[in-house]
């Protein structure tokens, strides 16, 4: 190896050992499956803003990864890519896991990347007068991602918490971006419950009053009663059995994408994502950017008790899960995101 070769390979050196979770070890270790597709529904949204961090920033490629992704309309159509098996991995909401594992199917989170939900239920502006609560919602079309989104299972919950049933109004599926903003100002729904930076869009246009506000620990706490861990990265067992070495690598990533987060400043996240992911008005971008800076997780790491919040609001929703006695351990493996926090 000439002078040039080994100042070159010094270099890649010191740049996975910045990597959190990458260790002189890890960098001898070769990604098992070093090329893999990753599902999101809706990357556009902040409540995936961690992936679009972890890709612009180059985190995956400085851990020899090269991850497709391919952007479905909504979490369930992301879940069913992968028990199709079109897609390794999944962004997603921790929710699903649990749905699976109660199936005896072995879908697990490795690392969480939203703390709170995100997730805004409010009324178009004509209906505030008589739609105060979620006790007012029967009858109304609810907009939400994709129909079995967390978005969907998120203003059913809210309907069955102040006395309605969760079939008492249709939920209708309205995408993840401008369609979404179109759903309100076109009354084709009636309420929307979603996420940033739509949610913020048709506050700052005057379109909605918002009710339910789960960007905000306080919000969560209001409706959930405690924490509630939101979007993950999930994949089946199998998959982090036959590659650990690769999954770790994924984490590490997402680690490092949450840490850059945690001091970004809003400025910082529009520079760096997509054009057409400000919506044409990067003031609004900015704003939706520091409403839901407080949702992302600090650890990747999610505790019990929010689990089982999750796992809470589910039985209540679900008759199939309503006796179901899922083991919520199986439902996060935590030593990746661990090992990725902790640098060893």
Do not use: C
Not at 158 to 164: E, I, Q
Not at 227 to 236: D, I
Not at 241 to 266: D, R
């Amino acid at each position: 190896m000439n002078r040039r070769d080994l100042i070159m390979a010094a270099g890649v050196a010191l740049a996975a050992w910045s990597v959190p979770g990458f260790t002189p070890a890890a960098l001898a270790q070769n990604a098992e499956k070093p090329k893999l597709t990753l599902g999101v529904g809706g990357k556009q949204l902040l409540y995936y803003l961690p992936l679009t961090v972890a890709e612009k920033k180059g985190f995956f490629k400085e851990q020899g990864l090269e991850v497709e992704i391919n952007d479905f309309g909504g979490g369930a159509k992301s879940l069913q890519a992968l028990v199709g098996g079109s897609v390794d991995v999944v962004t997603g909401a921790y929710e699903h896991t649990i749905r699976m594992q109660a199936k005896g199917q072995d879908v697990r989170a490795v690392v969480e990347l939203g703390r709170f939900p995100a997730i805004t239920i409010a009324v178009r502006k004509e209906l505030a007068g008589k739609v105060k609560s979620a006790a007012d919602f029967k009858g109304l079309k609810i907009g939400v991602t994709a129909p079995g989104s967390s978005t969907a299972l998120t203003a059913q919950y809210a309907m069955v918490k102040a006395g309605l049933k969760a079939t008492d109004a249709p939920i209708i599926g309205i995408g993840a971006g401008a369609s979404a903003v179109a759903a309100i100002k076109q009354g084709q729904v009636d309420i929307i419950s979603h996420l940033d930076p739509v949610t913020s869009k048709l506050e700052a246009d005057g379109d909605i009053v918002t009710l339910i506000d789960t960007r905000t620990e306080a919000g969560t706490r209001a409706l959930f009663g405690g924490s509630n861990p939101a979007a993950v990265l999930y994949l089946k067992g199998e998959f982090a059995e036959k590659n650990p070495v690769t999954t770790q690598k994924l984490v590490n990533a997402f680690v490092k994408a949450l840490k850059w987060l945690e001091t970004a400043k809003p400025e910082d996240v529009a520079d760096l994502v997509p054009p057409e992911y400000l919506l044409g008005d990067k003031p609004l971008y900015l704003r939706a950017v520091k409403n839901s800076q407080e949702s992302y997780s600090r650890t990747g790491i999610s505790p019990p008790e929010g689990q089982q919040s999750v796992y809470d609001a589910l039985k209540l929703l679900d008759p199939e899960l309503a006796s179901s006695n899922v083991d919520l351990k199986k439902t996060f493996i935590d030593s990746f995101a661990k090992k990725a926090a902790s640098g060893s």
